[in-house]
């Protein structure tokens, strides 16, 4: 596996080797060892999630205040532009986002670490995404931050006329009048 550091440096780009012919491919999407090495420590998760949704839809950015996430996101189907934001208020990337187009067919995966919020959206007529998280889904815990908050100014691509979008994410708040980590 191949691993990129992006402008946060604790988000990394994983890229899988991918072992490919005239019949198909093969590849290993994941490898304990190999991800830890990859990372510099030792990561368990203990929830693999899989979602399906439309062209357009926006899900983010999402998080949980209590029993933080880390994420190992990755599309098996279609496309998306995924989007990790730091909120760790100590941090010297506070605020700032990363965004990177993961596909079936780039097979990219996108480490997300602790501590922040998480959202993509839907390029292609469909996508299917799945993720590994280090913590359970903790509904109690989880908070939004609106996707399209004015400081974080996040250059989400052109997908048509409008953005679908959960009732719980048109309800999130901004950055510096959400639950954060210190």
Same mark, same amino acid.
């Given at each position: 596996?191949?691993?990129?550091?992006?402008? &946060?440096?604790?988000? *990394?780009?994983? @890229?899988? %080797?991918?072992?490919?012919?005239?019949?198909?491919? #093969?590849?290993?999407? !994941?490898?304990?060892?190999?991800?830890?090495?990859?990372?510099?420590?030792?990561?368990?998760?203990?929830?693999?999630?899989?979602?399906?949704?439309?062209?357009?839809?926006?899900?983010?950015?999402?998080?949980?205040?209590?029993?933080?996430?880390?994420?190992?996101?990755?599309?098996?189907?279609?496309?998306?532009?995924?989007?990790?934001?730091?909120?760790?208020?100590?941090?010297?990337?506070?605020?700032?986002? &990363?965004?990177?187009? *993961?596909?079936? @067919?780039? %097979?990219?995966?996108?480490?997300?670490?602790?501590? #922040?919020?998480?959202? !993509?959206?839907?390029?292609?007529?469909?996508?299917?995404?799945?993720?590994?998280?280090?913590?359970?889904?903790?509904?109690?815990?989880?908070?939004?931050?609106?996707?399209?908050?004015?400081?974080?100014?996040?250059?989400?691509?052109?997908?048509?006329?409008?953005?679908?979008?959960?009732?719980?994410?048109?309800?999130?708040?901004?950055?510096?009048?959400?639950?954060?980590?210190?």
């Amino acid at each position: 596996m191949k691993v990129t550091p992006t402008v &946060i440096p604790d988000v *990394l780009i994983c @890229e899988p %080797k991918v072992f490919g012919d005239d019949r198909g491919f #093969f590849m290993e999407s !994941f490898n304990q060892k190999v991800f830890d090495e990859a990372i510099g420590r030792h990561i368990e998760f203990v929830q693999d999630n899989h979602s399906r949704s439309a062209r357009g839809v926006l899900r983010g950015l999402h998080y949980q205040i209590q029993q933080k996430q880390g994420k190992l996101v990755r599309v098996v189907n279609g496309s998306v532009f995924d989007v990790a934001v730091d909120i760790r208020r100590s941090s010297s990337t506070f605020g700032k986002w &990363i965004g990177v187009e *993961l596909s079936a @067919e780039n %097979k990219l995966q996108l480490w997300i670490p602790e501590g #922040f919020a998480h959202g !993509f959206l839907v390029l292609s007529e469909y996508a299917e995404f799945v993720y590994k998280a280090t913590n359970y889904y903790a509904p109690t815990f989880e908070r939004a931050i609106a996707w399209n908050d004015p400081t974080l100014n996040i250059a989400w691509p052109a997908v048509g006329d409008s953005l679908m979008l959960s009732e719980k994410d048109r309800a999130g708040n901004i950055l510096l009048q959400s639950e954060l980590f210190d």
